[in-house]
């Protein structure tokens, strides 16, 4: 990593608004970048992870809500990253408790997937934040 980044890193205090994009990011799909005042970027990460999320559940593709083996964990993972879009689901009794149907098993891994984009929008959100990663103009 160059010294300049490096610096600047370091030069920031940890304090709340330190983790402020990575945890808004993770709960609201783009609210992070939508913090950072990137609006574009923010409205197509929400389209995308949220779009992807309910399609899999109107594939009645599972919900993992707990872990029974470690392919179980990696996909409560893959969920819990959909943040708020998981807890209303799960709330709501939405998603399915096991695959009864052909399209289910495309729709648990558009779930999982939109949490594991949400996850990466967060981290950038963050690394954007903190200064380790500069926009393109």
Avoid at 19 to 47: C, K, Y
Avoid at 101 to 130: C, E, K, P, Q
Wanted: with cysteine.
């Amino acid at each position: 990593m160059p010294a300049t980044v490096e610096k600047s890193i370091a030069a920031q205090p940890a304090g709340p608004g330190f983790w402020a994009p990575l945890i808004l990011g993770w709960l609201v799909p783009g609210g992070g970048h939508l913090l950072l005042r990137r609006p574009i970027r923010a409205a197509l990460i929400f389209i995308s992870v949220v779009t992807m999320f309910f399609l899999g559940i109107a594939m009645q593709g599972k919900l993992y809500g707990g872990a029974k083996d470690i392919l179980d964990l990696l996909g409560l993972a893959g969920d819990l990253g959909s943040g708020l879009c998981f807890a209303l689901s799960k709330l709501l009794g939405w998603g399915a408790d096991s695959v009864q149907v052909t399209t289910a098993d495309y729709g648990t891994r558009f779930m999982v997937m939109a949490g594991l984009l949400n996850v990466m929008a967060a981290v950038d959100a963050h690394n954007l934040s903190i200064g380790r990663k500069q926009d393109l103009p």
